[in-house]
C-alpha cells in the first residue's frame, strides 16, 4: 500500500524566511504532484514531477524529486503573506497513466508579516 | 467547458437521507476522479473512470456509495442512507490521460449530513 507522509504538518513562519516542506512516500513511483489549496477552496496544480533529478521552479517556490530516497520537497524564498495556504503532495502508481493519487495530509503554512 | 465543475456546492442531508453529487469535467477529458476530503485531512480516493468505464472503485468506503458515468462525459456519485462519517467535501478531478498530465480540480461538494 502507498503512503504518504509530509512533514511538517503545520509551519508558522515570518516573511522574507526560506523553509523547506518534505514529502517521503513509501513505494516505487514515478510522478510525484504538488497541490496548493487556500481556505474553502479547491485544490491548484503547482507542479508536476516525473522524473529523478527532476527540478521545477515558480516564482518563490521550486520542487524537486528524488525517486531513489523516495522524496520530495517544496522549498520557499523569501516567503511573502500571500503563500500562506495548505500545501499537498500527491504521488501515483509506478508504471499508471492517469490512474488515483495518493495525498499526504498538508502542510498547513501560515506567513506573518 | 473551461474548468471541472460540480454541483450542488453545499448539501445538507439528514441521516438516512439520499443524495447525488454531480461533476461535469473538462471537455474532452477521458479520466475522471472522485475524492474524498475530511477536514483537515488530504484528498482520498473513492473512484476513477476512463470515459464510461470505472476502472477502479477500490476507494469507495461501503456498498452505500455508488458512481456512474454512463456516457462518458458528466459523472454522478451517489450516496444511499447518509451517515454522519459521509460529512466531507467530496472533489471531482479530470485529465486528459498519460502519465505527464496534471489533474484538474472542481470546486468540490460539501456535504453535511445531520
Known amino acids: 500500500e502507498l503512503k504518504v507522509e509530509q512533514n511538517p504538518l503545520f509551519l508558522s513562519m515570518q516573511e522574507g524566511k526560506n523553509y523547506t516542506i518534505y514529502c517521503n512516500y513509501s513505494?516505487?513511483?514515478?510522478?510525484l504532484y504538488w497541490y496548493r489549496q487556500d481556505p474553502g477552496k479547491s485544490l491548484e496544480s503547482l507542479f508536476v514531477?516525473?522524473?529523478?533529478?527532476a527540478v521545477k521552479q515558480e516564482g518563490r517556490l521550486m520542487a524537486s524529486l528524488d525517486t531513489k530516497a523516495r522524496l520530495s520537497t517544496l522549498h520557499i524564498t523569501a516567503a511573502v503573506h500571500d503563500l500562506s495556504a495548505t500545501y499537498f503532495c500527491?504521488?501515483?502508481?509506478?508504471?499508471?497513466?492517469?490512474?488515483?493519487?495518493?495525498f499526504g495530509k498538508g502542510t498547513h503554512l501560515i506567513i506573518q508579516p | 467547458g473551461a474548468g471541472v465543475s460540480q454541483s450542488p456546492r453545499y448539501k445538507v442531508a439528514k441521516r438516512g437521507q439520499d443524495v447525488a453529487l454531480r461533476c461535469d469535467p473538462i471537455?474532452?477529458?477521458?479520466?475522471l476522479f472522485w475524492y474524498q476530503q475530511a477536514l483537515g485531512q488530504g484528498p482520498e480516493f473513492l473512484t476513477y473512470?476512463?470515459?464510461?468505464?470505472?476502472?477502479?472503485k477500490s476507494g469507495l468506503p461501503s456498498d452505500r456509495f455508488f458512481a456512474e458515468r454512463p456516457e462518458g462525459s458528466v459523472s454522478t456519485l451517489k450516496i444511499q442512507r447518509t451517515q454522519q462519517e459521509d460529512s466531507a467535501v467530496y472533489l471531482c478531478?479530470?485529465?486528459?490521460?498519460?502519465?505527464?498530465?496534471?489533474?484538474?480540480f472542481g470546486s468540490g461538494t460539501r456535504l453535511t449530513v445531520v
Open positions: 471537455s474532452g477529458h477521458v479520466s
Open positions: 514531477l516525473l522524473s529523478n533529478g
Open positions: 500527491a504521488v501515483g502508481a509506478s508504471g499508471g497513466g492517469a490512474d488515483g493519487l495518493t
Open positions: 513505494t516505487t513511483s514515478d510522478r
Open positions: 478531478a479530470s485529465s486528459s490521460g498519460g502519465r505527464g498530465r496534471g489533474y484538474t
Open positions: 473512470f476512463q470515459n464510461e468505464a470505472q476502472l477502479d
